[in-house]
């Protein structure tokens, strides 16, 4: 495939960059046409596009660019379930686990849709039984608790989506435990009571160290107060791998399957969404479902100058590749979305953090940026000083939620106001005449950002949400010519702490080690 450098319209954008360089947004939003030009209203939605370095000029080019990419192409590919995957030779079909009965998609032959509305129909069953307390502990009495043990996208999805929906949570409390540290685990288990608590063990291949070893874990503690047999009560599996699933001892009816073309940073809308369903009620988990829908629907068909995750994606290759700024803010204005930046790490990250393309040459442009974020208004009050006032620009997601969940008025008030300041203190900034003379108030300004306003944050539009930024990942991921959707990078450190391990344990040291890890691992075994 040819290079994206090598494009006519990265050329026409690398001139349209100089071209650029006396662009004043400060002046761009005193047009009172701009803002009706460069946002778009989604489904009770407000994406603000209009506070960007960028003209409608600057849009066709990038649209120009997404075009000669092939995002249209890929993307209906991927709809269609080829195998876009190209390193493992898989399908990408995420999108899949939110497509009507009604849909068809095939996969070698075989329609998945049927299948994961099988799935879905179990957790349907599953999770009623649990909240209506029909599917008891072993002591018949309800369930109360239930923890998710997975690692990575069988963590941060569900663990994302059930604190942002903490207002809908009427279910059992859902705890999620991840890091392979004891600590992790023990907080966790010490307050809970055996009878009543659930155990989800989600791992596909049910092999993922991590994992294992708190599954093993929580198996050990559970059994100190209950009899072997009342695991088929207690433990249920997100996996694939039947046999060992029975060999841990969870029999086939509490393994709820799902295939290899869910990755796992998307796969939330998946069996492993099963603590989304227990916490909010298999209906939510369907809103849920529906808002990435309509998201999937609106990338699908909007034109390319219109479409919200297209845009998000483009202008995100403008600041990486054009302007060079290697990070990317996520600021989201409510408490309940605090998990969103980590979340989004993983799904972007992960997914576009490489150096070789898919044609597995060494790519000489920038590639994916650095995510971070935390709510507004504790930033403010952090890196928000970095974000206005450092030599290099950070380009930022700002999301707020129209109407809260509380009675507290005069607080949300004080929020939006905080937030709407923000996005235009980044934008304007601040001149040395109006700093009084003191060049230290100096805001620059021109500083760029996307605000996103939800009318409040439920299942629907969270779902809505997270797909944007799915598909945003993906339209970078192609521009880039990458593979969004395998993670080569997390498998050398696995395969290093292998001798590492056997190091410790044996408490000897391997001598063709390095000088630096040898020496460390002397400190750790004396």
């Not at 120009?64 to 249209?72: H, I, P, T």
Request: net charge negative.
């Amino acid at each position: 495939m040819t290079q994206p450098t090598e494009l006519s319209s990265w050329k026409e954008l690398t001139t349209h960059h100089h071209d650029m360089r006396d662009f004043s947004l400060r002046e761009e939003l005193g047009k009172t046409n701009r803002f009706d030009q460069l946002s778009i209203h989604f489904q009770d939605m407000m994406f603000d596009f209009s506070k960007h370095l960028a003209t409608n000029e600057t849009i066709k080019l990038l649209t120009d660019l997404a075009r000669q990419s092939g995002v249209e192409k890929m993307r209906d590919l991927m709809f269609a379930g080829s195998p876009i995957n190209n390193t493992e030779n898989r399908a990408v079909l995420h999108i899949a686990c939110r497509a009507p009965k009604s849909a068809s998609i095939m996969v070698n032959g075989e329609n998945v849709i049927p299948f994961i509305h099988q799935v879905l129909g179990q957790m349907e069953k599953f999770s009623n039984a649990v909240r209506a307390g029909i599917h008891t502990g072993y002591t018949g009495h309800p369930i109360t608790d239930v923890v998710n043990i997975g690692i990575g996208g069988s963590d941060l999805g569900p663990r994302y989506v059930v604190d942002a929906l903490q207002d809908f949570c009427d279910g059992p409390k859902v705890h999620f435990v991840s890091n392979v540290d004891g600590s992790d685990i023990n907080a966790t288990l010490k307050n809970l009571d055996a009878s009543t608590t659930i155990f989800i063990i989600a791992s596909k291949t049910f092999t993922t160290e991590e994992t294992m070893l708190n599954a093993q874990v929580a198996k050990d503690w559970f059994l100190k107060f209950a009899p072997q047999d009342a695991i088929e009560k207690h433990f249920v599996a997100l996996s694939t791998n039947l046999d060992a699933v029975r060999k841990f001892g969870i029999s086939e009816e509490n393994m709820f399957p799902f295939r290899d073309w869910v990755g796992g940073r998307y796969s939330l809308w998946s069996a492993i969404g099963l603590s989304i369903t227990l916490a909010v009620g298999f209906e939510r988990f369907c809103e849920l479902l529906d808002g990435a829908r309509a998201m999937d629907e609106h990338f699908l068909s909007a034109p390319l100058n219109k479409n919200i995750p297209v845009l998000m994606g483009l202008l995100g290759i403008w600041y990486r590749n054009f302007y060079g700024y290697p990070t990317h803010l996520l600021l989201p204005y409510d408490r309940r979305l605090g998990k969103m930046a980590k979340f989004t790490q993983q799904m972007d990250m992960e997914s576009n953090g490489k150096a070789i393309d898919r044609d597995g040459h060494h790519v000489d442009y920038a590639t994916g940026p650095v995510i971070f974020g935390e709510p507004g208004t504790d930033s403010q009050h952090s890196f928000m000083q970095l974000v206005h006032q450092s030599p290099t620009p950070i380009p930022a997601d700002i999301i707020l939620c129209k109407n809260p969940a509380h009675d507290l008025y005069q607080n949300h008030i004080s929020l939006m106001a905080n937030c709407l300041a923000q996005t235009r203190a980044l934008a304007i900034g601040q001149t040395l005449e109006e700093a009084g003379g003191d060049p230290s108030r100096i805001f620059t300004g021109n500083r760029p950002s996307t605000t996103i306003i939800l009318p409040q944050l439920d299942p629907f539009h969270l779902g809505a949400l997270i797909a944007a930024y799915e598909h945003k990942v993906f339209v970078q991921g192609i521009v880039w010519n990458l593979n969004s959707f395998d993670q080569p990078g997390v498998e050398l450190g696995k395969i290093l702490a292998k001798p590492i391990r056997r190091m410790i344990e044996d408490r000897t040291i391997e001598q063709n080690m390095d000088c630096s890890t040898k020496a460390l691992a002397e400190c750790l075994i004396k």
